[in-house]
């Protein structure tokens, strides 16, 4: 099993709607989360992070944790065409060494 | 401005030619790092440094070698690069990885290895 799995292909959404990004994680020691965004083209940038089991919102993102299931999600109010990217979750593994990176979701907004 | 400067940007090279792929940050971070990025795989991890001379392997760290000899830099180092080293490689430092989980990433090196 890979240490963290994002298997959603594209995602289509209207302008305004919510978007929902899964992730899950194998290491069940693994203490902080990561949601990172990638605009084509350019490096990822660190949007969200989150440590203890439930919800934590910053603006229109919210991070959702859910130790017990070993699972991440990320929504995305209101979407707006700037949310088009690639959004990577991201898990601290080995103590803290090291993040590993899930393979990405794609969103794309529609106007 | 706080940043993380990666050369070259861009490079084609041939296979066996030695290459360097310097990374260097100026916000005086401890941890740094090398991910390769590549289409259905994702990042993957090549080395990591927690401090100055003290560097770890990734996940992939096969036809690579790193250094950190001074704390602002972290080059990359393909000895006899190979076609399927043809990637886009991102260097990244964090002040506090453990904490934030905050990866400062420069722009990107894309090698093609002919």
């Known amino acids: 099993q890979k240490e963290v799995e994002q298997n959603s292909g594209p995602l289509s959404v209207p302008e305004g709607a919510i978007a929902s990004l899964n992730c899950t994680y194998s290491?069940?020691?693994?203490?902080?989360f990561f949601w990172y965004r990638q605009y084509s083209g350019k490096s990822p940038e660190l949007i969200m992070f989150i440590y203890s089991n439930g919800d934590k919102e910053d603006g229109r993102f919210t991070a959702q944790l859910n130790k017990a299931s070993q699972y991440v999600s990320l929504l995305i109010r209101d979407s707006q065409p700037s949310d088009s990217a690639t959004y990577l979750c991201?898990?601290?593994?080995?103590?803290?060494?090291?993040?590993?990176f899930g393979k990405g979701n794609q969103v794309v907004v529609i106007p | 401005e706080a940043q993380v400067t990666q050369n070259p940007r861009y490079l084609i090279t041939v296979t066996g030619k030695k290459l360097t792929v310097t990374c260097s940050q100026n916000m005086n971070h401890e941890y740094m790092s090398w991910y390769r990025q590549d289409p259905g795989l994702g990042l993957r991890q090549i080395y990591y440094s927690m401090n100055v001379e003290v560097t770890d392997k990734g996940d992939v760290p096969e036809g690579y070698k790193v250094s950190r000899k001074e704390k602002r830099n972290f080059p990359l180092i393909l000895e006899s690069p190979s076609p399927n080293q043809t990637s886009l490689y991102f260097c990244?430092?964090?002040?506090?990885?453990?904490?934030?989980?905050?990866?400062?990433f420069g722009e990107g090196s894309r090698l093609t290895v002919l």
């Open positions: 290491d069940r020691g693994s203490q902080s």
């Open positions: 991201a898990v601290n593994v080995y103590g803290n060494n090291r993040l590993a």
């Open positions: 990244a430092s964090s002040l506090a990885l453990g904490h934030t989980g905050e990866l400062f």
